[in-house]
């Protein structure tokens, strides 16, 4: 029998999932359907005990549900606890084990597909939400030498700083939290932005000389070229959307259910095709 797998968000009918894991299902040869579920804004646990009570074998979570479905899982694994979000459930017996594979995406686009290490390089993460909840653990263990974490809201981005202290064992020199206006001349290898500012054309407020010479910018908004990307082009950084992001997350995702990895490059390659088209 078909094992059955889906997306579940408020809106999904945007979403890229379905069509990365139907490209994931031809190449490795896996009967698998997988369909995306609108679930209404205050259903979300029932439209999981839907899918699970049908025999669904795995959900993956997007906006605004990743935090109840952390809520809602029997078990965390890898960085989910942490991240205080779940966005990716298998289904084990009766139980619902809770994984966050956003961070790992991020990381393997930057080191294996851009080929951009992130060990003992400075790196500014713009953003406390949830997309930067979900990639601190990760990037964390990377070993940069310096991570400040720069948000609009100074209280959000002090306690996000705050909360991974406590429970990460970081050496509290290299993190440090700061609001835009304050990062003056410091410059950095990796700027990354976790904000959601370029969905509406707009992007933080950042000094001209944050990048250092070859320093890589990079969006987690994807399929577009954002006024952030445009910025660090314009100041010599090498840029990228956060496409591949979102392919290697959904390829940890087919690992965690299926046990094999596809291979991720000619997705990323079809995604940005029907981008430009
Ligand atoms: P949230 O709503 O949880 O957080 C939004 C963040 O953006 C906050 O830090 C907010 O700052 C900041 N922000 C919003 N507008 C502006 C602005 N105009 N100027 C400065 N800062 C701004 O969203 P998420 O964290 O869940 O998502 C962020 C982005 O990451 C989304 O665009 C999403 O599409 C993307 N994403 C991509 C993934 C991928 O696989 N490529 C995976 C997950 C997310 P403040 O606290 O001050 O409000």
């Given amino acids: 029998m078909t094992d059955q797998y889906a997306v579940i968000g408020n809106p999904v ?20 359907s997988y369909t995306a579920i609108l679930a209404p804004l205050d259903g979300f ?15 993956n979570v997007t906006l605004p549900f990743k935090r109840e479905a952390w809520d809602l899982v029997d078990f965390h694994r890898d960085y989910a606890y942490d991240a205080n979000a779940v966005n990716t459930i298998k289904f084990v017996d009766d139980k619902m084990v809770g994984y966050n594979t956003d961070g790992i995406g991020l990381v393997r686009d930057i080191k294996d597909n851009l080929q951009y290490p992130i060990k003992g390089k400075r790196v500014l993460l713009m953003g406390s939400g949830g997309a930067a909840y979900g990639v601190m653990e990760p990037l964390l ?3 940069p030498e310096q991570l400040v974490v720069a948000n609009r809201t100074l209280e959000k981005a002090l306690s996000f700083v705050g909360h991974f202290k406590t429970i990460q064992n970081i050496a ?3 993190v ?5 206006d304050a990062l003056g001349h410091a410059q950095f290898d990796i700027v990354i932005n976790a904000t959601s500012a370029g969905l509406s054309g707009a ?5 001209d000389t944050v990048f250092v010479p070859g320093a890589l910018a990079y969006d987690m908004v ?16 090498r840029i990228a959307d956060g496409t591949g992001m979102l392919v290697e997350q959904a390829a940890e995702s087919f690992f965690i259910w299926r046990g094999m990895r596809p291979q991720t490059a000619p997705v990323i390659r079809l995604l940005r095709r ?4």
């Fill in 13 to 32: 009918a945007h979403s890229k999932s379905p069509l990365i894991h139907a490209e994931f299902a031809r190449q490795t040869g896996q009967d698998i």
């Fill in 45 to 59: 646990h029932a439209a999981v005990e839907r899918f699970k009570s049908e025999g669904g074998k795995g959900l």
């Fill in 141 to 143: 263990r990377e070993q």
């Fill in 172 to 174: 509290t020199r290299s």
């Fill in 176 to 180: 440090s939290a700061c609001p835009y």
């Fill in 203 to 207: 992007m933080p407020q950042l000094p």
């Fill in 222 to 237: 994807y399929g577009k070229t954002t006024p952030f990307l445009r910025f660090a082009q314009e100041h010599g950084a």
């Fill in 274 to 277: 029907k981008a430009e088209a």
